[in-house]
């Protein structure tokens, strides 16, 4: 039944924007949710707000900033980037608990729910993602 | 063959916008179409041509609604939402057959395929997304 | 462990425009990129740089055309469209070596990076996808 299997595992590797949002306000201590994009800064100084930012490319020599006791949650930047899978993948080959947060930061802008600017403070972006 | 495993499952759990219309145009009795979106129903009036609506928070004791001899097409927003694949995994575990609509109703706007406004009837969208 | 089977899966089967980029620069000689886009030739005369041009309706007849010895990238139009992972699976089930681009030309589009235009030569689009 590859139908079933395909949701079941789709489910199990990601969670949407929404979804986290209300599980985090409920929880606010169960997760650790990590921007994995690497790139220049100055590109990704948006992030989503609370993120912990570990690019992908620093991410071995600073696994012991990952809490072993919480869910993790990576993202990137849009539904057709790869970093996440990447990163979902060596932590959860590591033994962490995973899962991409679907759309990365597109899809939370496009919402407009809540980012934080690293040299402006928490902010909230313009409702056109162009 | 993980690669080949990735796109068969693909392939049998979703249907892309133009793939429906085409068949949906030959065969217009074969699909049930849902749209499953939760959320303040302002915000959800504009849905695909024909859609039934039934949210993912009603779907349990809306069941009856669902003919088990149709192939069910369920869809949610856009790419990242993943209401649709709940609903697809809940029919699927019941014993009906079931795709999800790639891409949401966005994806269905992006190209101005026929919609309809609950309050206004049927009407075609602007062509940008934004 | 299905969260990791859904990574290593899309891993296996998947290339980003990044990673695509970055490995074709330095191995400019690894790939066969194939725009496997249906439709009218007048909207989809924008193709990625360098693609070769083969629609997934002519595919049987020009299968000829691609090399078994590269790495056969296939895309379409965005992250919703299914007409590249119908192409990748038959062409992993006759023994090619296939990834699919994520996102299609829209990503690539939205991205800024190269493309051509069959009737006016290689040019950059605009930075809005609107």
Redesign the interface.
Known sequence: ???????????????????YLKSTQMNPDKYFLIDVRNGPIHVRSLTIKDANVIPQQELQERLNEIPKDKEIIVYCW??????A??V??YL??DGYN???L??GIA?WKEMNLPVSDTSQGVNIPDS???
């Open positions: 039944m590859p139908a079933l299997d395909y949701f079941n595992a789709r489910l199990e590797a990601t969670i949407s924007p929404m979804d849009d539904v057709w980037c790869n970093t899978a990447k979902a993948k959860l080959e995973v899962k991409e679907t759309g899809a056109c993602g162009c």
